[in-house]
């Protein structure tokens, strides 16, 4: 049996950054938007030997070969599989790749023989913070560290264009980089940001100006300060905002309307011209890349 199903990246509209918990890991508010830049996942089972994933560029163990080992741990009872990956989506990028290709081989995994929900779901809060988000595609607020999601209605329609940059960034560095530069906000003020996106994701609604904001910007943008030059040309092609997609190093603009699409299409072939890899994109939900037989 051979499965497919594509893993769409991510972009956060937002993220407000909390103080350190006891974990270590940063309390956060953030919005999730599923996009349709995807990476390719295809199972296949097979009759012997142990489960495998291969991705070219990507050594195991990866967060996909963990998925398929934590729900074995968990008692799933599937097959053996072999999960063969196609990378669309830059890595280390703040697109959350690893993470959307581990809750596609999850929905893939439970095609294949279901599992208990409540176990899938905390397997991949287990995997990483972004993982819950990608479980199910679609506009998502996070909580916690990212792992509590509340799914909402899709916004507005909007087109992204999508800048990558020629060097990685590892979260973790970005995380310490914004701790250096003391970017945290409060418990109250957390609150209070989290208090106004509930009331703005209402069904089609465009979020304001002041709710678009990335706390963790400054820091990847010390680490890298490339950045600040793509934020200034996706700006100057007309984006009605600019952001970095998490932490980074990746640049996404903002395009509101039903003509989103098509003006986020002709910023990215402008922009292709200076910036290798500008694309553009348009938000997904909850049927973008269900599991298929290949």
């Known amino acids: ?13 937002c993220l407000f950054l909390g103080e350190t918990r006891d974990d270590g890991r940063h309390r956060l508010v953030t919005l999730f938007q599923s996009v349709s830049l995807a990476d390719e996942l ?6 012997s030997g142990p489960d495998a994933v291969v991705c070219s560029g ?5 967060l996909v070969s963990r998925a398929i080992e934590g729900l074995r741990a968990r008692g799933w009872d599937g097959p053996r599989v072999r999960i063969e990956i196609v990378k669309r989506i830059p890595v280390a990028a703040g697109m959350g790749g690893g993470s959307a290709d581990a809750a596609c081989a999850l929905r893939l995994a439970m095609e ?7 176990e899938v779901a905390a397997l991949a809060a287990s995997l990483g913070a972004d993982v819950p988000s990608q479980l ?7 909580t916690g560290a990212g792992e509590l999601v509340e799914p909402f209605g899709p916004l507005e329609p909007h087109g992204v264009v999508i800048v990558p940059q020629a060097v990685a960034l590892a979260t973790p560095e970005v995380y310490r980089e914004a701790d250096r530069l003391r970017l945290a906000r409060g418990a109250a003020d957390l609150d209070a940001r989290y208090g106004e996106l509930v009331a703005a994701l209402r069904p089609g ?6 709710l678009l904001v990335n706390d963790l910007a400054p820091a990847a943008e010390s680490l890298c300060p490339a950045i ?3 934020l200034e040309a996706v700006r100057g092609s007309g984006a009605d905002h600019v952001l970095v997609c998490g932490s980074g190093p990746t640049v996404a603009g ?3 309307g039903a003509e989103g699409a098509v003006r986020a299409a002709t910023a990215a072939a402008s922009l292709a011209e200076r910036f290798a890899g500008a694309t553009s994109a348009t938000p997904v939900g909850v049927d973008f890349g269900m599991p298929v037989f290949a």
């Open 136 to 142: 199910v595609p679609g506009v998502a607020l996070g």
């Open 228 to 230: 600040a030059d793509a």
């Open 205 to 210: 609604a465009r979020l304001p100006d002041s």
């Open 58 to 62: 990507v050594e195991e163990p990866n």
């Open 254 to 256: 903002i395009f509101w």
């Open 1 to 13: 049996m051979r499965l497919r199903a594509l893993a769409p990246g991510k972009i956060n509209l």
């Open 112 to 118: 294949l023989a279901p599992g208990r929900p409540e």
């Open 42 to 47: 295809t199972l296949s089972t097979v009759q």
